[in-house]
């Protein structure tokens, strides 16, 4: 960990013992976060990029879930792997928030807003109830929302989609974390409401000086907010760097295929490239790289060995036995 | 709220615009939650009874003609539902799922219909067939299964294909797959498709023709490639603006709305649009706009033609 990261992660891994067998969630990953930076982790259902952000959090149920092995650096806090629940709960919201994807499973349907807002800063504050409730009002105007005094007053059920999605994050930063961790923050809302939380999350991160940490499917968010990328596929980093070098040089075969498989509105019928095959198993994944039965490229040697994240150019990494040949 | 009338496959709408859906093109119809495409998609396969209006298919009004007429007239419309988990039965075998509409529409009887719904099965890219008839729906995974509902659309052999959001509830490296199946085989068996769709990527990419629909009206209605490349409409324009692209070397020119899609209960007077629109004239809070020519797109817009 060097002197700028806020937050390393070293061979994190994350497993969930279950009646079917072992859920390797996440399995060995590593990346830093620097300060001040977005970072965007990209991947499929079952890559593991949920359950990385939840490890961070402390918030993986157990049993059946279990940290196996690993180190997660936060600056300032040491090994976040070694803390107490009370101790996490001291830094949850504090140092590290996330907000979630459904707002509707995630705020209290009988609780006014105002109140919800105003309890994640009464947690963490000497504040009064007063001055937490203002906060909490502040905090709303903050995220965009007009006539903050009158809608803190509102259950969740009297908000549309999008102004849920903002008490999430208000919730979240209430407390002016360092890092906020966003999952999936424009998933379930319609195109014109995502641009409007994609400009919020900018928004927020220049007034509050944060590092933000966004988890997404959807390519087109990580090139609009991210500065830096790392793609997961089945428990493993595949490829990881700079958002510019990722998307236009990728230099791992699945997130090249990703790319080019992607119908794009500014393309028209471009013929699209299509990655063959289903998303594996992370139960029973493929041995050695978990890509090779739908890699173009598939040797050998992928099918018995697992490469090795390395760095092929100058903080750009990527886990490919074959990338100098075909990338170099 | 609108009818259907004329040839085979011809669309009026309520307040005096027709469009058709030309043989073996797909036409799509986008907007945002609440925009009305899913209702309008299922009126007019008559999943709901509409309030008033006709859909005519084949100059027939489905809703005066009999049940089992209905019945007979469904092979030739049918549709594909947006999630691979919730439209397969779990307690049926993937024979039996793709075999009842070939055994209710008399496709197929006996030993042929595993055949057939093997058949089906390799149309869709799972091959060999025979090896998934006796698996139920829980074996596959989501592409798999979208694959099943879209062989079970297919069996009794339609021309029309409604295609309700077929691929967003899907993983994205599995999305072009289906894309490019559902791209192939309209033009293998000469389907014609309505497309309901959100993601607007996915609209250009399969369609000829495009309506954008706002609060139960289509604002703009043109062919894709000029929808997409020169919108008319002030909602259009915000629509395309607002979609993020896979690549950050891409600036945006940002449209910004005002305030939230009001409540289809509770419409707004005039032009629906007008409470939001970043050019409103007086005239838009009084008189709704009727469908006129544009550019040669169809648009729902007082404003006068500009560039």
Redesign the interface.
């Known amino acids: 960990m060097n002197n700028s990261s806020l937050l390393s992660i070293q061979d994190l891994r994350t497993h969930f013992f279950t009646s079917t067998g072992v859920v390797k969630a996440v399995d060995g990953v590593s990346f830093d976060l620097q300060r001040g930076q977005t970072l965007g982790v990209v991947g ?2 079952g890559s593991g990029k949920s359950v990385t952000a939840l490890t961070v959090m402390r918030l993986i149920p157990s049993p059946p879930g279990r940290i196996v092995s690993g180190q997660i650096e936060f600056a300032g806090l040491g090994n976040l792997t070694e803390k107490t629940e009370s101790e996490m709960r001291q830094i949850r919201g504090k140092h590290i928030s996330m907000s979630f994807q459904d707002p509707m499973t995630y705020l209290n349907p009988v609780l006014r807003i105002g109140d919800q807002i105003a309890e994640a800063v009464l947690l963490h504050g000497q504040a009064t109830k007063r001055e937490a409730y203002d906060r909490a009002v502040e905090t709303m105007r903050l995220v965009g929302i007009p006539s903050p005094e009158v809608r803190a007053k509102d259950y969740p059920h009297q908000l ?4 849920r999605q903002r008490i999430l994050l208000a919730i979240a930063v209430s407390c002016n974390p360092q890092l906020l961790i966003a999952d999936e923050p424009t998933t379930a809302l ?6 409007e939380i ?1 400009e919020l999350l900018r928004d927020l991160k220049k007034k509050l000086g944060m590092t933000v940490m966004v988890i997404t ?8 907010l991210t500065d830096q990328v790392v793609v997961m596929y089945a428990g493993k980093v595949m490829e990881e760097g700079k ?2 070098d990722v ?2 040089n990728p230099i791992n075969p699945y997130t090249e ?3 080019r ?9 471009k013929q ?5 095959g ?2 594996p198993d992370v139960v029973d994944p493929p041995p050695g790289c978990r890509f090779h039965p ?1 890699c173009p490229y598939v040797a050998r040697l992928c099918q018995e060995a697992e490469p090795a994240i390395v760095e092929l150019k100058p903080g750009h990494r990527t886990a490919c036995h074959f990338a100098a040949k075909i990338y170099g | 709220m609108f009818k259907r009338r004329g040839g085979p496959l011809f669309v009026r709408a309520v307040d005096g615009v027709s469009f058709g859906i030309n043989k073996n093109e797909t036409m799509s119809l986008v907007g945002e939650t609440g925009s009305g495409k899913t209702t309008l998609a299922r009126t007019i396969m008559r999943l709901i009874e509409p309030t008033s209006g006709k859909v005519f298919f084949e100059g027939r009004d489905l809703f005066r003609i009999s049940a089992d007429e209905m019945r007979s007239l469904r092979q030739e419309m049918q549709i594909v539902f947006q999630d691979p988990f919730a439209s397969l039965n779990p307690r049926k075998t993937v024979a039996e799922i793709v075999g009842r509409p070939l055994i209710l529409h008399g496709k197929a009887k006996g030993s042929a219909v595993r055949q057939s719904a093997a058949e089906l099965l390799e149309m869709v890219g799972l091959t060999p067939g025979s090896r998934f008839l006796d698996r139920y729906p829980h074996e596959f995974s989501g592409g798999q299964r979208q694959r099943i509902g879209i062989a079970r659309a297919l069996a009794p052999k339609p021309r029309l294909m409604v295609l309700d959001e077929p691929v967003s509830s899907l993983d994205i490296s599995i999305r072009s797959q289906i894309l490019n199946l559902l791209q192939g085989l309209k033009n293998q068996l000469g389907l014609t498709y309505l497309l309901i769709a959100h993601d607007l990527s996915v609209v250009r990419y399969l369609s000829e023709t495009v309506g954008v629909m706002y609060l139960g009206k289509i604002v703009e209605l043109a062919q894709s490639e000029s929808l997409f490349e020169n919108p008319q409409h002030p909602y259009t324009k915000a629509l395309l603006a607002s979609i993020p692209i896979p690549d950050p070397t891409v600036k945006r020119e940002k449209v910004r709305l005002q305030g939230e899609m009001p409540s289809p209960i509770n419409l707004p007077s005039g032009c629906r649009f007008h409470p939001r629109c970043p050019c409103p004239k007086k005239i838009c809070s009084e008189s709704e706009p009727e469908l006129t020519d544009i550019e040669g797109h169809l648009v729902a817009c007082h404003r006068e033609p500009v560039d």
Request: charged residues 25%.
């Open positions: 499929e259902s549309s989609g999008g102004m319609d195109v014109i409401v995502q641009d994609l499917h959807d390519l087109g968010v990580v090139a609009e958002t510019l998307f236009k295929g990703l790319l498989s992607i119908p794009r509105v500014d393309w028209g019928k699209l490239n299509v990655i063959e289903i998303i739908r």
